[in-house]
């Protein structure tokens, strides 16, 4: 697998009805501190403004004329979107972007400096940070620092956790037939990504850069912000990869869900939505509702919601009883913020970008 230039790299940007965010991914994307070769926007019969606002857009960045494109197809999904970018792509590595979420600017430099030391890798990626409707971050930051790259691992959910910053050698892309188009009504293409990413790592090694690349947005209504609705997808979803790979282990497939159920389940907890939280125990069922009940403290992630919601609780205790036993509470359980984690949240992107550029330069030169 030889390696490639930073000038072989093409993002790839599949839109559907994307007219009010994707003017924020486009330039983030040109942006960056190494700008890829060319850019592809993949408008899926989009029935807004999207093309429109795409030209100009482009027209914006006159230094980049010859770079960026603007493909069109009838509304067919993203899967299919993104599979017309990956065969127009000319580059020797893609990276695909949704059209709501947007590259920090170091994100391709960083990834790609990973990605050609490791030639025999088939991918590398960061990691994700959160963003709303607005584009503003609104809980701390959690950057993990090691990564699994076990086949039990991937199989256990997506390490990439969203289907945008992960940079992939073409041909390996093309050699595991690009995205599964045919899950569109059947698994929902929320878990496309994660299937692609499995075929990827059954070609090779990946690769992970241990800092934030990417901001994912979460929009009110999307299937990512229904955590019932994801846990019913991802148990069908693994059900399809057991098959895929021929992995007869019923085991396996339930301690997935049931560790799914239980991020899902501190995570509406946490922000106090209750109602998701008791779809997620209805479509765990009482016997694995009570195997999840260990795992609420026992995740990273689901960790990192309680020690949240417990601080949150003891702000309130300090409210009520004064500051002595509220702060004791919020300290017990808070650890202390690491690099990435930095500043007072809820914080503005762009005053995130800031506030991390000197460690990313610290870091990664």
Not at 132 to 142: F, M, T
Not at 338 to 361: C, F, H, I, Q, S
Request: aromatic fraction near 8%; proline fraction near 5%; glycine fraction near 8%.
């Amino acid at each position: 697998m030889p390696p490639y230039r930073l000038a072989d790299v093409t993002v790839v940007v599949p839109a559907f009805n994307a007219a009010n965010y994707i003017e924020n991914t486009i330039a983030s994307v040109l942006a960056q501190t190494v700008v890829p070769a060319e850019l592809v926007v993949v408008d899926d019969g989009s029935t807004d403004d999207t093309a429109a606002v795409v030209q100009a857009t482009f027209a914006c960045h006159e230094s980049h004329q010859s770079r960026v494109r603007l493909l069109s197809q009838k509304n067919s999904g993203v899967c299919v979107a993104r599979n017309a970018g990956l065969a127009a792509a000319k580059g020797q590595a893609v990276m695909f972007v949704d059209a709501d979420d947007v590259l920090l600017p170091w994100a391709l430099e960083i990834i790609d400096a990973e990605l050609g030391a490791n030639p025999d890798a088939g991918m590398a990626f960061g990691s994700v940070i959160y963003i709303d409707e607005n584009g503003d971050i609104a809980q701390r930051p959690v950057v993990r620092w090691d990564h699994d790259d076990s086949l039990s691992t991937w199989l256990n959910g997506n390490r990439v956790r969203c289907g945008s910053g992960a940079l992939v050698r073409r041909e390996v892309a093309q050699q595991v037939g690009g995205f599964e188009t045919s899950m569109r009504e059947a698994e929902g293409e929320a878990l496309a990504d994660w299937l692609f990413y499995l075929g990827v790592r059954q070609h090779g090694p990946t690769r992970y850069v241990p800092a934030p690349t990417v901001g994912y947005r979460q929009l009110q209504g999307s299937m990512s912000s229904d955590p019932a609705e994801m846990l019913e997808a991802q148990e069908r979803m693994y059900q399809r990869v057991r098959g895929l790979y021929g992995i007869d282990d019923e085991d396996m497939a339930s301690k997935a869900i049931i560790d799914h159920g239980a991020y899902h389940l501190s995570k509406t907890l946490f922000e106090r939505r209750w109602r998701p939280a008791l779809s997620i125990l209805g479509q765990l069922g009482p016997r694995r509702a009570l195997q999840a009940a260990p795992r609420l403290f026992r995740s990273r992630l689901s960790l990192f919601y309680w020690r949240r919601l417990i601080t949150s609780v003891g702000s309130s205790v300090e409210s009520v009883t004064g500051p002595v036993l509220g702060r004791k509470l919020a300290r017990s359980v808070e650890a202390p913020p690491g690099a990435w984690a930095a500043g007072t949240y809820p914080l503005a992107l762009n005053e995130y970008v800031d506030l991390m550029a000197p460690v990313v330069k610290d870091r990664y030169g």
